[in-house]
């Protein structure tokens, strides 16, 4: 079992950053992939980003690829999303998730067998 709890959510102006954290205790970190998905209210959750369990690999939606940068850290079994130049539509309840699956859908939730319980981002135009 894998325990993740999300902190870093906020309030932020259009333009702004943020930094999304992901804690993880439990089982060793440094086995599952980690992703961040994101769901908006009457939409339903999509994929973020992804990263490979050394830090080698990312992977991100085009929708955010090349303004939130993910990243991990094995000693601190944390995982972070650096969320830059933000917009009003990336609005949404942010959830990291783990998995030890090895494959190449990263981009799909079902691959994921652990969930945080999300953190609000709410950016104002």
């Known amino acids: 079992q894998v325990q993740l709890v999300e902190s870093g959510g906020g309030l932020v102006q259009a333009g702004g950053s943020l930094r999304l954290s992901c804690a993880a205790s439990?089982?060793?970190?440094?086995?599952?992939?980690m992703g961040w998905f994101r769901q908006a209210p009457g939409k339903e959750r999509e994929f973020v980003a992804a990263i490979s369990r050394s830090g080698s690999r990312t992977y991100y939606a085009d929708s955010v690829k090349g303004r939130f940068p993910i990243s991990r850290d094995n000693v601190k079994n944390t995982v972070y999303l650096q969320m830059n130049s933000l917009k009003p539509e990336d609005t949404a309840t942010y959830y990291c998730?783990?998995?030890?699956?090895?494959?190449?859908?990263?981009?799909?939730?079902?691959?994921?067998?652990?969930w945080g319980q999300g953190t609000q981002v709410t950016v104002s135009s």
């Open positions: 998730a783990g998995t030890d699956y090895s494959g190449s859908y990263y981009h799909l939730e079902d691959k994921y067998d652990y």
């Open positions: 439990g089982r060793i970190f440094s086995t599952y992939y």
